[in-house]
């Protein structure tokens, strides 16, 4: 299963980018209905148990991502709600933004760009068969840092490709850190 990210835009100057609320909600309302149908019922199953925590904790996990161009810095935060972990950069230690792409079970990446060259040039449209080579392409927006490390900020499947890399634009041009795609 994959949980996209969302953007939203707080202030002039300021990009969220982070689990949509939709999706707490929905594990939060999945928990709610087993602690009250145990409630109701008085019955505790550990089958039950086991979601119904696990649920509450997906309501109270977190992964946001604030890009600010009013103080220079992108921040971090992630893990379950009390709990968080903040990290910080200032834009000094970023070197730039970049979309990239790869194959999954590939060796030879030479493929993906291949198929990647074809689907833009509309030599090829993307087929949606369960096993097609192009449904195995993954997409990453990373950031890049001066001490060498990069950090993957996204990474999901092709048919997010146009969204990731319009995102990836934005945070370039609100940040005004380079992009490479």
Do not use: C
Not at 53 to 77: K, P, Q
Not at 161 to 173: C, E, G, N
């Amino acid at each position: 299963m994959e949980i996209p990210l969302s953007e939203k835009r707080k202030t002039k100057g300021t990009i969220e980018y982070r689990i949509h609320p939709a999706f707490r909600l929905f594990f939060l309302l999945i928990a709610a209905v087993l602690l009250s149908a145990s409630v109701l019922y008085g019955i505790v199953s550990l089958p039950g148990l086991i979601i119904g925590i696990v649920s509450l904790l997906g309501a109270l996990y977190t992964e946001h991502w604030v890009f600010d161009s009013t103080e220079n810095t992108v921040t971090y935060y992630s893990g379950i709600f009390p709990f968080l972990k903040k990290k910080e950069w200032e834009k000094s230690d970023i070197t730039g933004f970049a979309v990239t792409a790869f194959m999954k079970g590939a060796i030879d990446q030479t493929r993906t760009y291949d198929l990647l060259e074809k689907m833009d040039t509309k030599i090829a449209k993307p087929t949606l068969l369960p096993f097609a080579p192009e449904l195995r392409i993954r997409i990453t927006l990373i950031m890049k840092l001066t001490n060498g490390s990069t950090l993957i900020i996204d990474d999901s499947g092709i048919r997010s490709r146009q969204r990731l890399t319009s995102l990836a634009h934005r945070i370039s041009s609100l940040t005004g850190i380079p992009l490479e795609i």
